[in-house]
């Protein structure tokens, strides 16, 4: 299993350092456009192996696309990340552009290839790709709602006071500020509803915190965050790797699923070797329905700026 990580920077060497740490693929090819760039974190990262036990080669290279030729997936992490005080979609000016070659590169090396997005405003640059590309729609991802998820369950667990493997939760829509749907109304502690311990004011509470969750880390860390944006890429790449079959919530193309289409927006997929293997349409209640369309309504607005 050959994996690419385009863009070597803090969520591409996250990503990377994840996938070989979970020891699942037996080559990650990282590339950046920075001279060395890639070939210096593929080094540094390849002298963990020994010290954390994995198997995964991986090497780097500057902007030599024949070196990714028969990857089986590929993310895309290039471009640039918001700094405090920026919107994901104030990114589309510079980003366009890079996803858009960057994706039509790796398909040209590697026609067969799943692709995972996640430059921002990520599910516009997933639009974009499907745009560039036109590979089928099961094989184009876009993540945040993975990330999204997992901060909607530390919320959560720092809510309830419990472990955080004791809690389950979900989070759709768009990944921006605003567009997300942290479904409270099934989050759950160990199967109980998460509502039989938290007030309505309370659970509100942990849903507008997960809505920020990035801007939080944005505005403590100067640039957007990177260890679980590489978690949660990783976590993808090993569900398609191994055929899992787990569900996600991702970015895909809509195509009259939830009444929507020629939009990626966020919702629960699952997730196996051949990429997308089928969409989840769970039933939503009108204010969760009200919710998304708001979110919908925004990507569609950063979508007319393509
Ligand atoms: N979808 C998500 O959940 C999520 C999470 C975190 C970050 N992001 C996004 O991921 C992107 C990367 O974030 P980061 O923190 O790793 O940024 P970073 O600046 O650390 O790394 C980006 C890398 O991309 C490289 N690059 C730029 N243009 C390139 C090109 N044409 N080809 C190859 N490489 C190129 C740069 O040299 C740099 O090393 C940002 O757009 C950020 O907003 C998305
Ligand atoms: O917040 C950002 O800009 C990066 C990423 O989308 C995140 O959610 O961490």
């Given at each position: 299993m050959k994996v690419t990580v385009v863009g070597a920077g803090a969520v591409g060497a996250s990503c990377a350092e994840y996938i070989a740490i979970k020891n699942f693929a037996s080559e990650v090819v990282l590339l950046d456009i920075k001279e060395g760039f890639a070939e210096g974190k593929a080094m540094d990262l390849m002298q963990t192996a020994s010290l954390n036990g994995f198997d995964t080669k991986i090497t780097g290279v500057t902007n030599d696309y024949s070196k990714t030729a028969g990857s089986h997936i590929a993310v895309i992490t290039s471009g640039i990340p918001r700094k405090p005080g920026m919107t994901r979609?104030?990114?589309?000016?510079i980003n366009a552009g890079i996803v858009k070659s960057v994706a039509e590169s790796i398909v040209k090396e590697s026609p067969e290839v799943i692709l995972i997005v996640v430059s921002n405003p990520m599910d516009t640059m997933t639009y974009l790709a499907h745009k560039a590309t036109g590979l089928p729609k099961h094989r184009i991802i876009g993540m945040?709602?993975?990330?999204?998820?997992?901060?909607?369950?530390?919320?959560?667990?720092?809510?309830?006071?419990?472990?955080?493997?004791?809690?389950?939760?979900?989070?759709?829509?768009?990944?921006?500020?605003?567009?997300m749907v942290p479904l409270t109304?099934?989050?759950?502690?160990?199967?109980?509803?998460?509502?039989?311990?938290?007030?309505?004011?309370?659970?509100?509470?942990?849903?507008?915190?997960?809505?920020?969750?990035?801007?939080?880390?944005?505005?403590?860390?100067g640039t957007?965050?990177?260890?679980?944006?590489?978690?949660?890429?990783?976590?993808?790449?090993?569900?398609?790797?191994?055929?899992?079959?787990?569900?996600?919530?991702?970015?895909v193309l809509l195509d009259g699923e939830y009444g929507l289409s020629d939009l990626c927006i966020g919702v629960p997929v699952v997730l196996g070797s051949k990429g997308i293997e089928k969409i989840v349409e769970i039933d939503l209640t009108d204010a969760e329905k009200e919710h998304m369309q708001k979110s919908?309504?925004?990507?569609?607005?950063?979508?007319?700026?393509?």
């Open positions: 979609e104030e990114l589309i000016g945040g709602g993975a990330l999204d998820s997992a901060r909607f369950k530390y919320r959560l667990a720092e809510a309830l006071g419990a472990p955080i493997s004791d809690v389950d939760g979900m989070v759709i829509g768009g990944h921006s500020d605003t567009g109304r099934l989050a759950t502690r160990n199967s109980v509803p998460a509502s039989e311990f938290l007030s309505e004011d309370r659970l509100n509470q942990v849903l507008e915190d997960t809505k920020v969750g990035g801007a939080t880390l944005t505005k403590l860390l957007s965050a990177w260890y679980a944006p590489g978690a949660a890429v990783s976590g993808l790449v090993q569900a398609i790797a191994c055929d899992q079959k787990k569900i996600f919530p991702c970015s919908v309504e925004g990507v569609k607005a950063t979508n007319d700026l393509l």
